[in-house]
């Protein structure tokens, strides 16, 4: 992380790597096979201090929107200290192809970390979701969070202060939608809803 940040992930080399590490090119390549799988130990790490930074929050908190706001204001916390060489690392991730994209089979254990963590957002809170809905709310949680992720990349407001202002402006209106889901009148549109992310499941 300290070559990332001092020359540019584009120009840092597994071989520049292994010399700071004080190890030889071939022992770094053993435990990482590329740079892309060091940025993947990278978000693991993070996905840890998130997932403890939330946990305060949750311990006290069970408003759905509180506990919501909570854990995205964590991700921004702990994610703040990179925010400089975020987008270097973006411009791989939004390659479909990078292992460093979010929806990589390389990231699966940060994904399933963090959807696991807006499950316990979910199982901990006030809040009734209409049946069918309810299973797929924390992977949707998890996609706002990528949402926000890649507004907060391009957020150049000091302190990435517009990042937070999103999250207290969209995080009210989520909560209102979610708790509207159980009424009659909206629930052909949760099924169809679930009907279409069943069918991307299906088409991947």
Do not use: C
Not at 21 to 32: I, L, T
Not at 46 to 73: D, I, N, P, T
Not at 157 to 173: E, H, N, Y
């Amino acid at each position: 992380m300290t070559l990332f940040r001092r020359d540019g992930y584009d120009a840092t080399t597994m071989r520049a790597v292994a010399k700071a590490a004080g190890v030889s090119v071939g022992n770094a390549y053993y435990y990482f096979s590329s740079k892309e799988h060091l940025v993947q130990a990278f978000y693991d790490g993070l996905q840890v201090e998130h997932a403890a930074a939330a946990a305060e929050v949750l311990a006290k908190e069970r408003a759905f929107a509180g506990r919501v706001r909570g854990v995205l204001e964590a991700w921004l916390d702990v994610a703040a200290p990179h925010h400089e060489f975020a987008g270097q690392f973006f411009r791989n991730a939004a390659d479909p192809r990078s292992p460093l994209s979010p929806f990589s089979e390389e990231s699966t254990p940060a994904r399933e970390a963090s959807i696991a963590l807006f499950e316990e957002v979910l199982a901990g809170s006030d809040v009734k979701v209409a049946a069918p809905l309810r299973p797929e709310l924390p992977g949707l949680l998890w996609l706002l969070q990528m949402g926000l992720v890649l507004f907060w990349v391009y957020d150049g407001s000091d302190g990435q202060a517009r990042s937070r202002a999103l999250v207290a402006s969209a995080v009210p209106a989520l909560d209102r939608t979610v708790r509207m889901t159980r009424l009659p009148v909206i629930r052909s549109l949760v099924d169809d809803l679930v009907k279409v992310l069943s069918d991307i499941r299906a088409a991947g």
